[in-house]
T-cell receptor, first 109, second 115 residues
């Protein structure tokens, strides 16, 4: 059975810290790996990584994909309180996404 | 674009009542997904449609749940009769076929409480 495992499940840091969130996957028909940020409402798209795009960066956020070792990481540098959210990892297979449990990140001032 | 629009935002009902959740996908998107999110089980895919046709409903928990997509701009998820264990946040998402693109865009969700 395909699955996505995220770690840690929760993380508490201070403003300015750098965090690394992990996502490992076991899938039979990998096409893409996506990261979403969920604050109080809907998940919002951050990055998509595929075989042709294994590293993405946007401001303080960056993500890499290791297709050989079947994992991805999401890095956030110089964290801010606004980064507090649940970060969801999902793999794409065909048209559907399968999500991990998420990492609850709390950034304290 | 207004994004994916869901209604109502909150629904409180009593056990046994029928509940209907509504979704308007992003214009031009040909896939529509219904998810349920709970603390225990995370974000689960219930059913998804392509060009208004249900493709995979294996995530629908039981016969009390049904979903329809009568046209490209509207879908409903119905629970009849509702039970307390159905309490969750229900999300609708849409995406567009484009090579390997799987980016789904989510609505704000409907928080359902069944008393």
């Amino acid at each position: 059975e395909d699955k996505v495992v995220q770690s840690p499940l929760s993380l508490v840091v201070h403003e300015g810290d750098t965090v690394t969130l992990n996502c490992s996957y076991e899938v039979t028909n990998f096409r893409s790996l996506l990261w979403y940020k969920q604050e109080k409402k809907a998940p919002t798209f951050l990055f998509m990584l595929t075989s042709s795009g294994i590293e993405k960066k946007s401001g303080r956020l960056s993500s890499i994909l290791d297709k050989k070792e079947l994992f991805s990481i999401l890095n956030i540098t110089a964290t801010q309180t606004g980064d507090s959210a649940i970060y969801l990892c999902a793999y794409g297979s065909g048209s559907r996404l399968t999500f991990g449990e998420g990492t609850q990140l709390t950034v304290n001032p | 674009d207004a994004g994916v629009i869901q209604s109502p935002r909150h629904e409180v009902t009593e056990m046994g009542q029928e509940v209907t959740l509504r979704c308007k996908p992003i214009s031009g998107h040909d896939y529509l997904f219904w998810y349920r999110q709970t603390m225990m089980r995370g974000l689960e895919l219930l059913i998804y449609f392509n060009n208004n046709v249900p493709i995979d409903d294996s995530g629908m928990p039981e016969d009390r749940f049904s979903a329809k997509m009568p046209n490209a701009s509207f879908s409903t998820l119905k629970i009849q009769p509702s039970e307390p264990r159905d309490s969750a946040v229900y999300f609708c998402a849409s995406s567009m076929t484009s090579g390997v693109q799987n980016i789904q865009y989510f609505g704000a969700g409907t928080r359902l409480s069944v008393l």
